[in-house]
């Protein structure tokens, strides 16, 4: 698809979302010459791009291939592997289980969970979903677990890398616990959770895991049909190379879900419109989680809790650059770029959201 091609769908589709004013239609054609840009500049075969302001979709849009070995065009439908944004949709789900009075942030992890160590005592529910309960990091361990079980006795086998709530260090232990205490609580393995939960109360058809297992030389996983393939842009040959990530089931919580953006403004729209969560327990998600000393950790449940200018921003990335969600949360905007171009480093939802604001907010 070219830049020109690529202008016309945009705008197009921005056109018919946004409302007729001449300003917001000439937002919309900033937002678009700059997602242009980056794509050219980038090497993105794919982008998905929404903005939701206090429940209405102002705009929403694709642009490229989402597989160029077959030249299968990207819709709002394609689904983008979210990486690490997957912490945010786990975290809507949990904060609804604490909203049903079935999990409190101030318990223990032992409550829910028996048989932990002794130094796991002090550990509550919030330090492993701020990233602060110390328990090491599975991931850089690069060892292979068939469970959440696995996962959990190596996790308890080794010492903690640090008291419990007394700073936050954002690793690969946390949400596998989160996991079996998900588990535990509602009586479903975690997937069958997340689609009754999120997936099949608001109607994302295109979201999902794809299950991907490696026996030695073996790789399988699940068939996705609207899938978009990864990239990866070798700068030395000029050309796209496939990217694979594989996020082991026990991961699932913290990273491995595929989702459109079709599928995520249903989620965000549903947030704005308070019918997952009552606003009490949806500021949960961004409210910074307190530490031992009484400081602020960076992390609410899952969510990234910083500044956009002087107004509050939350949100997260992931991938490093598959997917990013920034969100106002006093406004009630939210910005989601989705890519497969896994080489991208910067981060295009705050460039974005400066466009639609019209602002020079740093």
């Known amino acids: 698809m070219t830049s020109k091609s690529i202008l016309a769908f945009a705008m197009s589709l921005c056109a018919i979302v946004l409302a007729n004013a001449q300003d917001i239609f000439e937002r919309a054609a900033k937002i678009d010459s700059f997602l242009t840009a980056q794509i050219d500049e980038h090497h993105i075969p794919a982008l998905s791009v929404a903005i939701i302001e206090n429940g ?13 070995e077959f030249k299968v065009p990207s819709t709002e439908q394609t689904s983008f592997q979210l990486a690490s944004v997957t912490k945010l949709l786990s975290a809507t ?5 604490i909203e049903e009075g079935k999990l409190d942030l101030e318990e223990r992890v032992s409550h829910y969970v028996k048989g932990l160590p002794s130094s796991w005592e002090s550990m509550l529910i919030k330090d492993l979903v701020a990233h602060q309960s110390g328990i090491v990091d599975l991931l850089a361990q690069k060892e292979e677990f068939n469970s959440v ?81 990864t990239y990866v ?6 050309r796209q190379r496939i990217f694979s990530m594989l996020f082991p089931k026990w991961t699932y919580p913290a990273g491995g879900l595929f989702s459109s953006i079709e599928d995520l403004s249903k989620w965000i729209v549903a947030l704005d419109k308070n019918t997952l969560l009552s606003e009490k327990y949806q500021n949960l998600l961004w409210t910074p989680i307190k530490l031992r000393d009484e400081s602020n950790s960076p992390f ?63």
């Open 233 to 238: 842009w070798d700068s030395e040959k000029q």
């Open 56 to 68: 209405d979709v102002k705009c929403i849009g694709s642009y490229g291939m989402a597989n160029l």
């Open 93 to 97: 789900a949990i904060a609804m289980l």
């Open 149 to 229: 079980d696995e996962a959990l006795q190596a996790a308890t086998t080794e010492p903690l890398d640090f008291e419990p709530g007394t700073k936050t260090v954002y690793a690969g232990g946390d949400y596998a616990v989160m996991m079996k205490i998900i588990e535990n609580v509602s009586g479903v393995p975690f997937q069958e959770f997340m689609s009754t939960y999120l997936f099949d109360k608001l109607g994302m058809k295109n979201s999902g895991y794809n299950n991907m297992e490696q026996d030695f030389i073996y790789r399988t996983q699940d068939m996705m049909p609207n899938a978009a393939t």
């Open 300 to 362: 609410g449940i899952g969510w990234i809790v910083d500044h956009f200018g002087e107004a509050t921003a939350t949100g997260h990335s992931g991938g490093p650059a598959l997917a990013d969600i920034m969100r106002l949360p006093d406004k009630k905007i939210t910005v989601i770029v989705l890519t497969n171009q896994i080489s991208l480093r910067p981060f295009l939802t705050s460039s974005v959201l400066k466009l639609y604001l019209q602002t020079e907010e740093k």
